[in-house]
């Protein structure tokens, strides 16, 4: 009780110093300062920049720490982010999937990868194989997850079917694109090259955070930083957690 009032103390207070977004997040601002002042960071790419922050974590970075160069990636590009990041040379806009081997080629070589609220949403490829894929290119991942500790088993959500589903996932299932989801999970998505089970707008993960801390071992990254911010009222099958990672040379 006493760490979420002191937790809305601080969103006040973060409202009226840093107002970039009315849902700028205490906590993620808490992870960028930690990484950006701790480590020697100039270039990044934000994956999943867009959907109700319109970019203002990478934008944040920017002005903060006078990065270089700044790399936004998403699929679903609002006219206001679009319009916010217009104002600034140093980002580089990229539409499309982040899981896409090519997308990863063309953003090419970054100091750092911020991965805040999308690991989850990653099936094909998978969450695992995405960060595969970007270890080649960076030295630094900084995530900010929803991390699963109903078991200790890393869990496919879609597969404890629809009522289990909605238990644990922070929608209503009368809300679209939930709504439907359920009814043709197999069917392939109008827009992206994928059936429904695997786009990336719904809850698809439910990571172990042990599982992510030792997938990063293995791809040569060491922890050099956590977080756990716990649970929140509305998600009580998963807690938040910050990360940074270095790579071991
Ligand atoms: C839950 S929002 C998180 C936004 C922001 N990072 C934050 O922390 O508030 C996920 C965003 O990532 C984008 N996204 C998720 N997976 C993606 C992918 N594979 N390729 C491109 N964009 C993706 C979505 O379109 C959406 O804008």
Same mark, same amino acid.
């Given at each position: 009780m006493i760490?979420?009032?002191n937790a809305q103390i601080n969103q006040l207070i973060l409202d009226k110093e840093y107002p970039f977004h009315p849902r700028f997040r205490i906590e993620k601002k808490e992870l960028l300062?930690?990484?950006f002042s701790n480590y020697k960071i100039r270039s990044i790419a934000e994956?999943?920049?867009v959907w109700g922050i319109d970019c203002?974590?990478?934008i944040y970075a920017l002005e903060k720490f006078k990065l270089q160069n700044v790399k936004m990636v998403d699929t679903h590009w609002t006219e206001t982010a679009l319009d916010r990041v217009s104002k600034y040379p140093e980002i580089e806009v990229f539409k499309g999937d982040f899981s896409d081997s090519g997308m990863v080629k063309n953003i090419g070589q970054i100091d750092a990868v911020l991965l805040f609220d999308v690991l989850l949403h990653q099936v094909a490829p998978d969450w695992t194989r995405v960060l595969e894929m970007?270890?080649?290119y960076t030295d630094y991942f900084i995530?900010? =997850?929803q991390d699963w500790i109903k078991s200790n088993i890393t869990t496919r959500l879609l597969d404890l079917g629809r009522e289990e589903y909605f238990t644990n996932v922070p929608h209503n299932p009368n809300e679209p694109p939930y709504n439907t989801l359920f009814d043709h999970l197999y069917e392939k998505h109008p827009i992206h090259n994928k059936i429904w089970r695997d786009v990336h707008h719904v809850w698809q993960w439910g990571i172990v955070s042990d599982d992510l801390i030792s997938l990063m071992k293995k791809l040569g990254f060491r922890l050099e930083y956590?977080? =756990?911010h716990g649970e929140l009222s509305y998600l009580t099958s998963f807690e938040e957690h910050s990360y940074i990672f270095k790579k071991i040379k």
């Open positions: 760490e979420r009032l300062d930690i990484a994956l999943g920049c203002s974590y990478g970007y270890a080649q995530i900010f =997850n956590f977080f =756990n």
